[in-house]
């Protein structure tokens, strides 16, 4: 083999895998939503819940609104946008309002109330059932909807539609502007539109999306002001997609300039420096590809985290290069190395327990990324760079540095007691230490919200905080199921425990039940004796009912109600997204609403009243809680993790450098920015996340270097070598503190966090490990 | 065609009694009544208590549906409707709000915006309360008979909309104060609604 095959054999190696990653990276999915920071092997209710977030109807609902212009213009944007979304077979249903929409849902309540009202049983049927419903109807005729019930009264004397409209009472409608959905204040015009695709197709959302903008955006008669609004889950996963992906864009362009003129300054080489940031790419382009074979693919907040790698494989390159332009021997040189590489793994290793497929991927993502970057270090650049490398002359820098360094050594005692001070501050925190909303990792903006919240209000949509679930494997006993559900709930109502339920057995009840209501029925001629004595005494003629005997003749004899049926209502919207059809079994959802004035609901009680009613397998979920409690699992297994990780370094630190003093100067600096950091950021009003954690663990990783390398420095070497050891720490840090810090202003909250954490806490480690840094070992150098 | 050759006599003599009309009216303001002047009569009641009496003549049943409870009304917009026979019932109004409250079921709370046909009903009395002449002429053409010791107010409806569910509203009183209002159905049913004011 000639030496100069031998030279270009790994940059061959190298490139053959770059053009592998690549082939891969082509074909990745980035996805964006919450899922990914669920995890991976949830108990039945947390499935139950992240189907919801990223299956669920819920999911495929985007709330549109169409604002400025005046009422009338509105209504009319609202009926050619939805008329334009009706005709594309991409979205399921469109819903507005109009009248020949509601017309169809009110037809359906009418003309099929007696299979769906709860009340029709035999003795509702017989003659003294008869005599007090139409009793209680004549009288409800002086009453103020009297005006109205007697056009409903000679077809439904008994009054069935109206206590069929009495179920759906908890519920409120939307109001109505010029027949369309209105807000309250009626200057935005609502359309809820549901989407074929599946609320976690990222991809086909936002396509989705543009569609209803543009089709908006080409409708005639639009105002100066017109505009359109939208909301829901698609709408906030892609918005926080482009949020997280134009935050990459921006800060690393930002970072990367920082580092860029930083090395400039140091190396003065424009292809120094060019190859100086190989390590980098090859980590970032790796790290992705991996995760992309290992899950099929990456989340945008993982590919975030792209950026800070430069913060840390940067680093190779830097020491590689002045450590080598100093004359270090390259050997002693590559153990620190290598020995900084294994510990950042041991970290990361952690992560991979993460039942969180998040973590998972961020683990996963950062030790592909470090091996990469690490062998392109290792393999590539001394393959690139010459024997004998000149920098610029950083003498004069290098020794002013040292001066400074042994001056911050005088700081030990302050040091030592700050940190004892913050720990204490810490300590005294407690559990208030942690952050355990979910939301506190949410990209979606404080006006998001807003808008949303308005919107679902004005839109009546059920909050969805509480949900009665449960599964069956038919929809048929999915229906039965939800019926009997219903019928203890109802009871809860009456008691005043519940506020109000929805089931889609009052939309759509289960087969037997129509067929128990259908022989309830009597036959013509039976009705017409038993109304004859119903209504001897009452002010109402029996031959003003005619039209009642026809309707009841009908009933009996109609073909069962379906699915099919409901096509093209609203309440075909209701019933999919309460029995959702699911590959082996149907899960049926029933929101759940406290009474009156009140906040909260005794999930436990209801459970409790259910199983007693042998319904044992119905969950009452309050999703607040269990998401609640899904990110405090999470944030304690991310403490575990870390805590892990951060022992495995020190472990690895032992064994490394065969004496535990030696390892423990080696953490003690990180150990005080870790504590420093933690303090810093409770003094500033920050709560932990999980971000902050896994932030706390990069301090460690990247510190770490700096530790390693002053101590090598006190241990080998001259002390020129040990000038430009220094220096080389400097830089590195400078360009780890520079490009996290460029998160920290990132729109994105978990950027930020890891920006807020990582950026003064590397610095701070640096600091630390100045400070602590152990003057007399190079001097007897 | 008899009467064209009569025309500008008449209207020779319209143009006259108008005139007279207007003097009259610039002598002695106070004998004026249109729905304007009542409308600001009644506007200047800022709330009224009262008991009502209702009867609905419905074609179907043999006899009047009768009800009975109180009235209030709080400008500008608030009014509660409290039926205590036959059956309970509370509905208020408030601003485009309209919330009813029946005995054992759970309340209820509806859009006005939502309803045109409830609207007619409900909004032609409190705007009258009101005295918002502005909320009662975009929806009726007004009437005034009688005069300010007793008078007649009569809505008719504007649009379709409205004179679908609803042919023509009566009220009437004396003064300030409201005592009678009917309302006629195009299918001939009619409900009346008898009110007296409870002494401040």
């Not at chain 1, 930083?262 to 190859?275: A, D, H, K, Q």
């Not at chain 1, 037997?512 to 209504?535: M, S």
Request: proline content about 4%.
């Amino acid at each position: 083999m000639s030496p100069r095959f031998a030279r270009l054999r790994p940059l061959l190696i190298w490139l053959a895998a770059l053009a592998g990653c690549v082939l891969v990276i082509v074909h990745t999915r980035f996805v964006a939503d919450l899922s990914a920071f669920m995890p991976r092997t949830p108990d039945a209710r947390q499935q139950m819940l992240i189907e919801q977030l990223r299956d669920g109807i819920i999911a495929r609902l985007v709330m549109v609104g169409i604002e400025g212009g005046d009422a009338a213009s509105r209504a009319a944007l609202s009926r050619g946008l939805a008329a334009q979304l009706r005709a594309d077979p991409a979205f399921l249903g469109v819903q507005n309002g109009e009248a020949q929409i509601e017309a169809l849902d009110r037809a359906w309540y009418f003309d099929n109330r007696y299979l769906l009202s709860p009340a029709v049983t035999p003795g509702h049927f017989s003659s003294q059932g008869l005599h007090e419903a139409i009793g209680r109807s004549i009288e409800n005729l002086s009453g103020n909807a009297g005006i109205l019930l007697r056009k409903v009264l000679p077809r439904d004397p008994t009054g069935e539609s109206l206590a069929l409209i009495e179920q759906f009472a908890g519920s409120s409608q939307p109001h109505e502007v010029e027949g369309v959905w209105a807000s309250r204040d009626g200057s935005r015009a609502l359309l809820l539109v549901q989407t074929r695709a599946d609320g976690s197709d990222t991809d086909a959302q936002a396509a989705l999306l543009d569609t209803i903008r543009s089709r908006f955006a080409a409708l005639p008669g639009q105002s100066a002001d017109s505009r359109l609004v939208m909301s829901g889950t698609a709408v906030f996963s892609v918005a926080s997609r482009e949020r997280i992906q134009g935050d990459i864009h921006r800060l690393a362009a930002i970072s990367t300039l920082l580092v860029v003129l930083l090395l400039l300054s140091v190396y003065r080489s424009l292809r120094l420096l060019l190859t100086g940031l190989l390590p980098v790419l090859s980590g970032i382009v790796a790290g992705i590809a991996t995760v992309s074979l290992v899950f099929g693919n990456i989340h945008g907040l993982t590919l975030a985290f792209g950026s800070t790698l430069i913060g840390e494989a940067v680093d190779y390159a830097i020491y590689f290069f002045i450590q080598r332009a100093a004359g270090i021997d390259a050997r002693s040189f590559w153990r620190t190395m290598w020995l900084g590489v294994a510990s950042s793994l041991a970290g990361f290793t952690v992560l991979l327990c993460s039942g969180f497929p998040g973590l998972a991927q961020l683990g996963v993502y950062s030790m592909a990324g470090l091996v990469a970057a690490a062998l392109t270090g290792r393999h590539v650049l001394p393959a690139l760079t010459p024997e004998t490398l000149r920098l610029a002359d950083l003498s004069g820098l290098a020794t002013r540095l040292d001066r400074l360094i042994d001056a911050a050594r005088r700081l030990r005692p302050a040091l030592i007691a700050l940190v004892i001070a913050a720990a204490a501050w810490v300590a005294w925190h407690g559990d208030a230490l942690w952050n355990r909303k979910l939301n506190a990792l949410s990209t979606v903006t404080q006006a998001e919200q807003a808008l949303d919240a308005s919107m679902r209000g004005d839109l009546g949509a059920p909050d969805m905080r509480y949900i009665a679930a449960l599964t069956a494997p038919d929809s048929e006993q999915a229906l039965q199921a939800a019926e009997a559900v219903g019928k203890v709930l109802q009871q809860e109502v009456r008691a005043g425990r519940l506020g109000s339920f929805t089931s889609p057995a009052a939309i759509l009840p289960s087969l037997r039940t129509q067929q128990t209501r259908q022989a309830a029925l009597p036959d013509e001629a039976t009705l017409r004796a038993r109304l004859a004595e119903a209504l001897a005494d009452q002010p109402l003629r029996p031959e003003r009912l005619e039209g009642f005997i026809a309707d009841v003749a009908r009933a009996r004899q109609q073909p069962a109600l379906k699915r099919s049926d409901l096509t093209g209502s609203a309440s075909a919207l209701a019933v999919d997204s309460l029995l959702v059809q699911r590959a082996h079994d149907v899960l049926v959802l029933m929101p759940l609403r406290a009474p009156a004035g009140q906040e909260e609901l005794d999930t436990r009680a209801l459970e409790a009243g259910l199983a007693a009613a042998g319904l044992k397998n119905v969950a009452v979920l309050d999703i607040l809680d269990e998401s609640t409690r899904l990110f405090s699992g999470y944030l304690n297994e991310a403490r575990l993790l870390v805590g892990g990780g951060m022992l495995v370094i020190f472990l690895l630190l032992v064994v490394a450098l065969r004496s535990l003093p030696r390892a423990l100067r080696a953490v003690a600096p990180l150990a005080c920015a870790v504590v420093l950091v933690t303090a810093g950021l409770l003094a500033s009003g920050t709560s932990l996340t999980i971000l902050h954690l896994i932030g706390l663990l990069l301090v460690v990783a990247i510190g770490r270097n700096y530790t390693l390398f002053f101590d090598a420095g006190s241990h080998t070497g001259t002390a020129r070598q040990r000038e430009q050891v220094q220096v080389s720490i400097v830089v590195a840090n400078l360009t780890a503190v520079g490009s996290f810090g460029a998160l920290a202003f990132s729109k994105v909250p978990v950027l930020a966090y890891l920006g807020c954490t990582v950026g003064p806490g590397a610095l701070l480690a640096f600091i630390a490990a100045a400070i602590l840094s152990r003057k007399h070992d190079a001097d007897t150098h | 065609m008899k009467t064209r050759p009569l025309r500008p006599v008449r209207d020779g003599l319209r143009l006259v009694a108008g005139a007279l009309l207007c003097s009259a009216g610039l002598l002695a303001q106070a004998a004026e009544w249109t729905p304007a002047v009542l409308l600001e009569q009644l506007a200047k009641q800022k709330s009224a208590q009262g008991t009502f009496v209702e009867k609905k003549y419905i074609a179907l049943l043999d006899k009047p549906a009768e009800s009975s409870g109180t009235l209030s009304f709080t400008a500008p917009d608030k009014l509660e409707k409290r039926t205590l026979k036959p059956k309970p019932e509370l509905m208020k109004l408030d601003g485009n709000q309209l919330y009813i409250e029946q005995a054992g079921k759970a309340p209820m709370s509806i859009a006005l915006g939502s309803y045109p046909e409830v609207a007619a009903f409900v909004d032609s009395i409190r705007a009258t309360l009101a005295g918002d002449r502005k909320a009662l002429e975009d929806n009726f053409r007004l009437a005034l008979n009688g005069s300010a010791a007793q008078w007649k107010l009569i809505l008719s409806p504007r649009y379709s909309r409205m004179s679908d569910v609803i042919s023509r509203v009566e009220i009437s009183g004396s003064q300030a104060e409201v005592q009678k209002v009917a309302f006629e159905l195009p299918d001939g049913d009619r409900s009346e609604m008898l009110i007296s004011r409870s002494k401040p």
